[in-house]
T-cell receptor, first 115, second 114 residues
Framework: DTEVTQTPKHLVMGMTNKKSLKCEQH?????MYWYKQKAKKPPELMFV???????INESVPSRFSPECPNSSLLNLHLHALQPEDSALYLC??????????????FGPGTRLTVL | KQEVTQIPAALSVPEGENLVLNCSFT??????LQWFRQDPGKGLTSLLL?????REQTSGRLNASLDKSSGRSTLYIAASQPGDSATYLC?????????????FGQGTTLQVKP
């Protein structure tokens, strides 16, 4: 299995809702990433997990809460989001975090709309 | 601070043409450079990864080259097809940060007309 899967494909939520995005890979990768991408812009890194521990938080607001329950699964919990958080949320994984091994493989993304 | 630039931002060519996409970076101290393809509203598909010790990589009709000393990479697409229409992103992994952080360019949006 050489792919990264993400669910749901689309999500519409109100500003008071709580929802979660899910990402899964079965390539034995030990580094997993969350990115946010706005229209016509490159992806922006949000969080990086290495061996299920949070390694990088790019000063993301606390209304985004990541979780890595095991080496194959990465979640992003969403609460009290703002309309400007509407974007494509991408998950990626790489063999390891170290730059020499960080060829990244991306999932198809979750299109999030906050009303 | 590493910066990655892709020029042009958009490119339109007739089917069958060979074309070159450009990527430049300001700091030559990189581990590797990755080229991605992104279709509208979709995730990124990894096309080619070039390690800093390599000069080029090939996959089918795609050839990517790397010149670290000049801070440049090119993605050559041979015999372009309408199915090649997409946004192409390059991203570098810098030596200054021994983490998985990629620095992306803004992308080149390619349209191949039948």
């Amino acid at each position: 299995d050489t792919e990264v899967t993400q669910t749901p494909k689309h999500l519409v939520m109100g500003m008071t809702n709580k929802k979660s995005l899910k990402c899964e890979q079965h390539m034995g990768h030990r580094a997993m990433y969350w990115y946010k991408q706005k229209a016509k812009k490159p992806p922006e890194l949000m969080f990086v997990y290495s061996y299920e521990k949070l390694s990088i938080n790019e000063s993301v607001p606390s209304r985004f809460s990541p979780e890595c329950p095991n080496s194959s699964l990465l979640n992003l919990h969403l609460h009290a989001l703002q309309p400007e958080d509407s974007a494509l949320y991408l998950c990626a994984s790489s063999l390891l975090l170290a730059a020499a091994f960080n060829e990244q493989f991306f999932g198809p993304g979750t299109r999030l709309t906050v009303l | 601070k590493q910066e990655v630039t892709q020029i042009p931002a958009a490119l339109s060519v007739p089917e069958g043409e060979n074309l070159v996409l450009n990527c430049s970076f300001t700091d030559s101290a990189i581990y590797n450079l990755q080229w991605f393809r992104q279709d509208p509203g979709k995730g990124l598909t990894s096309l080619l990864l070039i390690q800093s010790s390599q000069r080029e990589q090939t996959s089918g009709r795609l050839n990517a080259s790397l010149d670290k000393s000049s801070g440049r990479s090119t993605l050559y697409i041979a015999a372009s097809q309408p199915g090649d229409s997409a946004t192409y992103l390059c991203a570098v992994s810098s030596l200054s940060s021994n983490t998985g952080k990629l620095i992306f360019g803004q992308g080149t949006t390619l349209q191949v007309k039948p």
